[in-house]
């Protein structure tokens, strides 16, 4: 462990972007008190429980296992000493629109089998498509995710230069899928993981092929435990270095005095620092707890940002199993641009009348779940942000999804339940402060991408800082933690001398 260096910083928020960060500064030496609103630690990778059947509430992918396995080395730790990680095999099921259902399998050899069944020389194509996400992923692991932007002389700097050009940044994900694929399927397979990235195949740029490199060659992986067990984790790494912790204490205002942050005001208190590190929503952040003159970006900004869908998940405990799921099963709608409108387009927001939508069923791996012989089943449908929200529309659209589920898959599903609770828009505006009631943050569009996401440092106030899924590198459990990274090492640059 580093010397202490005398300065504390104020962490608002105990998400995988606050409890990364209070680990890393934590351990470079830094004093640290994580305030959170919530009960407990996670963020979005809450825990809700009932009955015995327990429910990871947000992520459910343990995708990256790479970057994962680099911010536990920090610390010198593999993954697997601090959890049971299993590959998933298959890594996960889609039920296509037309009736087909496949399995993607953890072998690469059974994929480029199963793609060659899908379309000729499927299995050829596979592999130089997944060759060339290789190459991008690796170019952005190296180059791109684990540096910060500050200007665009940043951005086209060093490798990058010479590299950029092959990122076809101006060309959209569904173009460059056209160019490689001509089935359905094939081209389904491949496009559906963008969701992980809050956005759709028209409106993200084709560098995100990388998606596939991760899912298809890097694998899908469990925390035995759920994703709450990564969460705690990550706490006890944070506590055992001197990390403090203060939950149901949400932050009510950033304390800030020409033009230095001196602390914060909570439900409970005020408490003084020298740093303050928000990762809390952005939006909020700025458009809540500080004053007007102390915004980087004003309302204005924020509504005219692309925001990452909403959704409705149902936390679903069902009274036996069903084998027709996998650990992780797709269920993509044939026409499923006109899904990509009703989220993405304004003009058409709405709540999808015939939406594809995901179920996680994550007893088929980890028994402490469901009791025994029992499901747990998380049914996630995207939703457009700002849409209305009540309790008569969830429960129609639970109806919906369960017709949908149980024409799709044949068995009487709704006969099962015994535990039932919905988690929308509302709730994602009051138990996160998301803006919209985004569940994902900011979309990865082009001009939300690296340099283009909000910064990591106020650009009003010297101390105060930002990190988690709205700054770069943006969306999902692992480049929160990246975002994290790259902030500690900043702070640590900036205030250990
Ligand atoms: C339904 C769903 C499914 C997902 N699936 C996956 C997946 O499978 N794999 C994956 O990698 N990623 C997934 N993601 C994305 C991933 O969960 C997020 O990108 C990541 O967890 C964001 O972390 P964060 O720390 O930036 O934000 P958050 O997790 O939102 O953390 C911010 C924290 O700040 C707290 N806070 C807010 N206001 C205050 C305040 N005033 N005072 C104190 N604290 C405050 C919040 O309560 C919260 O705990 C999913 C997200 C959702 C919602």
């Known amino acids: 462990m580093a010397e202490k260096n005398g300065k504390k910083v104020i962490i608002i928020g105990a998400g995988f972007g606050g409890l990364s960060a209070a680990a890393l500064l934590a351990k470079n030496g830094f004093d640290v008190l994580v305030l959170e609103k919530n009960e407990g630690p996670g963020g979005r990778a809450s825990v809700y429980s009932e009955k015995g059947y327990t429910f990871d509430m947000g992520p459910s992918w343990y995708l990256m296992p790479d970057v994962y396995e680099k911010f536990f080395m920090e610390f010198g730790k593999k993954a697997n000493d601090l959890m049971e990680l299993p590959r998933l095999d298959p890594s996960y099921r889609i039920y296509f629109g037309n009736g087909k259902v496949l399995d993607i399998a953890a072998d690469l050899d059974k994929n480029i089998a199963l793609f060659d069944s899908l379309e000729q020389d499927g299995g050829q194509k596979l592999k130089k498509y997944l060759a060339s996400a290789k190459e991008k992923y690796d170019l952005s692991i190296n180059e791109m995710l684990y540096r910060d932007y500050k200007s665009i002389f940043d951005f086209f700097s060093g490798r990058m230069l010479i590299e950029g050009r092959k990122m076809h940044i101006l060309e959209n994900l569904d173009t460059f899928v056209s160019k490689h694929f001509t089935s359905d399927e094939a081209k389904k397979i491949v496009e559906y993981s963008i969701g992980f990235l809050g956005g759709s195949p028209k409106n993200t740029p084709s560098f995100y092929h990388i998606m596939s490199h991760i899912d298809l060659t890097l694998g899908v992986f469990y925390p035995v435990g759920g994703m709450r067990k990564v969460a705690t984790v990550i706490r006890d790494l944070a506590e055992n270095y001197g990390a403090e912790f203060k939950f149901n204490e949400p932050v009510t205002e950033i304390i800030v005095r020409d033009g230095k942050a001196q602390g914060v005001r909570t439900s409970g208190g005020t408490y003084e620092s020298d740093i303050v590190l928000v990762n809390a929503d952005y939006a909020f952040a700025e458009l809540e707890l500080l004053n007007p003159e102390y915004r980087t970006y004003d309302r204005k900004y924020w509504e005219?940002?692309?925001?990452?869908?909403?959704?409705?998940?149902?936390?679903?405990?069902?009274?036996?199993?069903?084998?027709?799921?996998?650990?992780?099963?797709?269920?993509?709608?044939?026409?499923?641009?006109?899904?990509?409108?009703?989220?993405?387009?304004?003009?058409?927001?709405?709540?999808?009348?015939?939406?594809?939508?995901?179920?996680?069923?994550?007893?088929?791996?980890?028994?402490?779940?469901?009791?025994?012989?029992?499901?747990?089943?998380?049914?996630?449908?995207?939703?457009?942000?700002?849409?209305?929200?009540?309790?008569?529309?969830?429960?129609r659209f639970y109806t919906l999804i369960m017709d949908k589920l149980e024409a799709s898959t044949g068995d009487r599903i709704r006969d099962a339940v015994v535990v039932k609770k919905a988690f929308a828009l509302n709730d994602f505006k009051e138990r996160y402060h998301a803006y919209k009631g985004t569940a994902l943050g900011l979309s990865h569009t082009l001009l939300q991408t690296a340099l283009w996401r909000p910064a990591h440092q106020s650009k009003k106030v010297d101390n105060l800082f930002y990190s988690g899924h709205y700054t770069h590198p943006g969306i999902g459990v692992p480049m929160t933690i990246i975002s994290s990274t790259i902030v500690a090492a900043e702070l640590t640059d900036k205030y250990h001398k």
């Open 304 to 395: 005219r940002r692309v925001m990452a869908p909403s959704a409705i998940v149902f936390y679903v405990g069902v009274n036996r199993r069903f084998e027709s799921l996998a650990h992780h099963t797709l269920f993509l709608d044939e026409n499923w641009e006109h899904n990509f409108d009703e989220i993405f387009d304004p003009k058409k927001a709405a709540w999808p009348k015939n939406p594809s939508y995901y179920v996680n069923v994550p007893s088929m791996t980890d028994p402490t779940a469901a009791p025994p012989g029992c499901d747990t089943l998380f049914i996630l449908v995207a939703l457009a942000p700002g849409l209305e929200d009540s309790p008569e529309i969830r429960e």
